[in-house]
């Protein structure tokens, strides 16, 4: 429990820190269009991704037969939810809905998004190389490994190296350790919103690759909370639409 323990506060402590940069870094942040800083708050929420063009995530057997398995575990208790049991960070894309807020900063040639949800903390390298096949093999991480640029006024996440840990969705989809993703983040409604279109590839599960799209609503009057912990009463979320219906639909 003393592990555990220390290891939460470690990284509260590493959110907190975020936000003792987030001013400097807001300072010394790229001018103009080129500019995604801020807390943001998912318009809507859905334990179900929403496919771009509608329809089903298209996998393939392995896939199906993958989803099948998870759905019906999660069902009779068999296989785990571990973002919501033991609080590991959700992974891509179904962190990009999570019902809570999130704030980005831009920090010595990173971007770095802290996400109050699980105190998931992505670190983003801006203009580099992804690390190489070899240690996106050897380290597997919840989020990936991610590296960024700017195009136009769109910053460009590609993202891989994730373990096969995570589902999609809160449905329970699958996705193996052959997943990469590409997220279009960019502000909308005159700065009033941030959208992120992300594209989801996987060659093991996947008979294609598909795309989602999530919008934010800017909230600079929100403080981000790093004390929180999956399971315990926290932040009123009943005012993000969709989150009623899930909690009716997930029943007692």
Request: hydrophobic fraction near 35%; charged fraction near 20%; charge should be negative.
């Amino acid at each position: 429990m003393k592990s555990v323990a220390c290891r939460r506060a470690a990284v509260a402590a590493a959110v907190l820190a975020g936000y003792a940069l987030a001013s400097s870094a807001l300072a010394q942040q790229t001018s103009g269009a080129q500019d995604v800083s801020g807390i943001w708050w998912v318009t809507k929420y859905g334990p179900k991704i929403e496919i771009i063009g509608g329809g089903d995530i298209p996998y393939n057997d392995k896939g199906k037969a993958e989803y099948q398995n998870n759905v019906a575990g999660l069902k009779d208790g068999s296989i785990t939810d571990e973002a919501r049991r033991v609080c590991v960070p959700d992974g891509i894309p179904r962190i990009l809905g999570n019902p809570y807020p999130f704030l980005i900063v831009p920090a010595h040639g990173h971007m770095v998004m802290t996400y109050e949800l699980n105190h998931v903390i992505r670190i983003i390298i801006m203009d580099q190389k992804q690390v190489s096949a070899e240690e996106l093999e050897i380290t597997p991480y919840y989020s990936g490994h991610s590296v960024g640029h700017w195009d136009g006024d769109t910053l460009v996440v590609e993202t891989a190296g994730y373990n096969d840990s995570t589902f999609l969705d809160a449905t329970g989809a699958p996705h193996s350790d052959q997943m990469t993703t590409v997220e279009r983040i960019r502000k909308i409604s005159g700065g009033a919103q941030l959208e992120n279109v992300v594209t989801v590839t996987d060659p093991e599960y996947l008979a294609k690759p598909f795309s989602a799209r999530f919008v934010y609503d800017a909230h600079p009057e929100v403080r981000i909370d790093a004390s929180y912990n999956c399971g315990e009463t926290h932040r009123d979320i009943s005012g993000v639409p969709g989150v009623t219906e899930a909690r009716r639909a997930r029943g007692p």
